[in-house]
């Protein structure tokens, strides 16, 4: 029997509203991802014009990501993505948090400040990295001309390769900073004064009150921005990583064998664009990417859901 109450009382209307949304997921996002598969069971090369079926050599082959001769360089290139990852989301979401409870404090000039927090967000990824380059650019920096003036130091932060890996990780983390303090910020709205407050006639210290109270009641917007970040580090970081790097400086033995700040969106750049042009190679390590933030989101949702609240 049909619900009297339904807004549609037939399925052709929904589904000719639903038309034109479901024609730009198919051209824009369904196809490419279908080509993408069959692509990765080919080498071709887009410069030459020249294409042959491998089945899985992309993968397993002589050539491909897991064996053969350049398997040593993808494992340090996966390697890298899932620490680079684990940096942007961790330490990107604590220091969001934090920032957050401070921004939303009732001080003098508390609106400026939340704007200054926000406003990274507005750049794109391109100015962010700009902007770190010169900051800390070891000649004329404004960092090192800091460090030099206080400690007598002028690092050398782009051709070190562990300083100019977490500074391409700290250039990440500050990017989506804006992001996520806007969302922490409207999730403190919601958390009732009365809990603080009761918590604080109990004798409950600012600490115990953040991390039995705040922490809690955030969870589910934590829940929410996790995902988001982990697509953000894996897929988004192009761009920060080209102009403060492009993907170097090579680290000692046994992280020789690519850049280190080399992760697999970048690799699968030079892979698709560079001189050799095997966009075969390149979809192989894009889906790779796509498995990987499917099962890191599958896990997310079937675990780290247990610990969300969604209630005092």
Do not use: C
Not at 210 to 236: C, G, Q
């Amino acid at each position: 029997m049909k619900d009297s109450s339904s807004v549609f009382k037939g399925s052709f209307l929904p589904w000719l509203m639903l038309t034109p949304s479901l024609i730009i997921l198919v051209i824009f996002l369904y196809y490419p991802m279908i080509q993408a598969w069959i692509l990765s069971f080919h080498r071709e090369n887009i410069f030459l014009g020249l294409r042959k079926f491998i089945g899985f050599g992309n993968y397993i082959g002589e050539f491909g990501i897991f064996t053969g001769k350049f398997a040593p360089k993808y494992m340090q290139v996966i390697g890298q993505s899932f620490i680079f990852s684990t940096l942007v989301v961790g330490l990107g979401l604590s220091l969001s948090v934090v920032l957050a409870v401070l921004a939303s404090q009732k001080i003098r000039g508390a609106r400026f400040y939340r704007l200054l927090l926000i406003w990274p967000f507005a750049l794109s990824p391109a100015v962010a990295a700009t902007i770190f380059l010169f900051l800390f650019n070891p000649e004329v920096g404004a960092v090192n001309e800091v460090l030099h003036s206080l400690f007598g130091i002028r690092p050398r932060w782009l051709d070190t390769p562990i300083l100019a890996f977490f500074l391409v990780s700290a250039a990440a983390v500050w990017k989506n900073l804006g992001y996520n303090v806007v969302f922490y910020l409207a999730a403190l709205q919601n958390i009732p004064g009365e809990l603080n407050e009761a918590a604080a006639i109990d004798g409950a210290t600012p600490f115990q009150q953040f991390f039995k109270i705040t922490l809690p009641m955030l969870s589910p917007m934590t829940f929410f921005l996790v995902f988001t970040n982990l697509a953000f580090s894996f897929f988004a970081s192009y761009s920060i990583i080209d102009i403060i790097t492009a993907g170097g400086p090579v680290g000692p033995a046994p992280f020789d064998n690519a850049g280190l700040t080399t992760t697999m969106i970048y690799q699968v750049t030079k892979d698709g664009f560079s001189g050799g042009g095997n966009t075969g190679l390149a979809a192989a390590m894009g889906n790779l990417i796509l498995l990987i933030v499917a099962s890191l989101t599958f896990i997310q949702f079937r675990y780290g859901s247990r610990d969300v609240q969604y209630g005092a």
